[in-house]
């Protein structure tokens, strides 16, 4: 089992999404870089929450990397108790990080994630090729409707999700 530092694994955090890389949570990484970059690039639209966004995504991803580093170190030690001691309980090829109580499950649909990278994508060229265009949208506070769309997309999974009206 490859230990991964956790000095390391803070300093690579300090850009989003490169501490989950380095310790192999590629989705998750992936995932904290698009929010970053669509926080950094909201900011001219929407200067009084999108960098309030962006520094709620970094700290919580530094956290969580730091978090997950703590799990596997953890989970190192268990396997070397269960393949170096003879009274180890268990087969060593069963331990599973994952399998370990509290630890967290990482439930997300790609589909998210090719949607995140469609609409930054969008975002991106409207920027670049199109600036007349996103001026237009800046104007009338694009970043706002956007985030108020979030928001009721959001409300809307929640009262999906509960069953108990």
């Not at 998750?28 to 962006?54: D, K, V």
């Not at 370990?100 to 997300?108: A, E, H, I, S, V």
């Not at 649909?109 to 001026?135: E, H, K, Q, R, S």
């Amino acid at each position: 089992m490859i230990r991964k530092r956790r000095w390391l694994t803070f300093f690579l955090a300090m850009i989003p999404g490169v501490g989950h890389l380095y310790l192999g949570f590629k989705k998750q990484g992936l995932q904290f870089m698009i929010g970053a970059s669509i926080c950094i690039i909201c900011i001219p639209s929407e200067p009084m929450i999108f960098p309030f966004a962006l520094a709620a995504l970094w700290f919580y991803q530094l956290f969580d990397a730091l978090q997950k580093a703590a799990w596997m170190k953890i989970a190192a030690a268990e396997h070397e108790r269960m393949m170096f001691q003879p009274d180890a309980f268990g087969a060593p090829w069963t331990m599973d990080l994952h399998s370990m109580p509290g630890y967290p499950q990482d439930d997300m649909n790609p589909a998210w994630v090719g949607i995140g990278c469609v609409v930054g994508g969008i975002l991106l060229l409207m920027i670049t090729a199109f600036p007349g265009l996103w001026d237009i949208l800046s104007e009338i506070n694009f970043g706002t409707i956007l985030l108020s769309l979030v928001l009721i997309g959001y409300g809307l999974k929640l009262l999906k999700s509960n069953t108990r009206a």
